[in-house]
């Protein structure tokens, strides 16, 4: 399983930032993608799911009408969009293959480092 996401991103406030995150490796609708995220000095924090069969999300209350994922079976590649961007959402961000809550994660991608100036 490989997970190879998009570089990192600078943002002005109140802009929106897209990461992908190309899968190979593995038949792309075995896995759920998650998103979670890690902010300096904070620990990992889960934003959520897709499942790339149907599309189905799940999303952290957090970030409920902010972030939008989405899943391209045709090129293998999985997005977050997170918008109304704030100074708070710098922060390395990662995809990662999942097996659900209980099973959960079995591969993480590298991390996309995005910054939205203060």
């Known amino acids: 399983v490989q997970l190879v996401q998009s570089g990192a991103e600078l943002r002005n406030p109140g802009a929106s930032v897209k990461v992908s995150c190309k899968a190979s490796?593995?038949?792309?609708?075995?896995?759920?993608i998650d998103w979670v995220r890690q902010a300096p000095g904070q620990g990992l924090e889960w934003m959520g799911r897709?499942?790339?069969?149907?599309?189905?999300?799940k999303y952290a209350q957090k970030f409920q009408g902010r972030v939008t994922f989405t899943a391209d079976t045709s090129t293998t590649t999985a997005y977050v969009e997170l918008s109304s961007l704030r100074s708070e959402d710098t922060a390395e961000y990662y995809c990662?293959?999942?097996?659900?809550?209980?099973?959960?994660?079995?591969?993480w991608g590298q991390g996309t480092q995005d910054t939205a100036p203060e």
């Open positions: 490796g593995y038949t792309f609708t075995s896995y759920y």
């Open positions: 897709i499942d790339p069969v149907d599309g189905h999300t």
């Open positions: 990662a293959g999942s097996e659900g809550t209980e099973k959960g994660i079995n591969s």
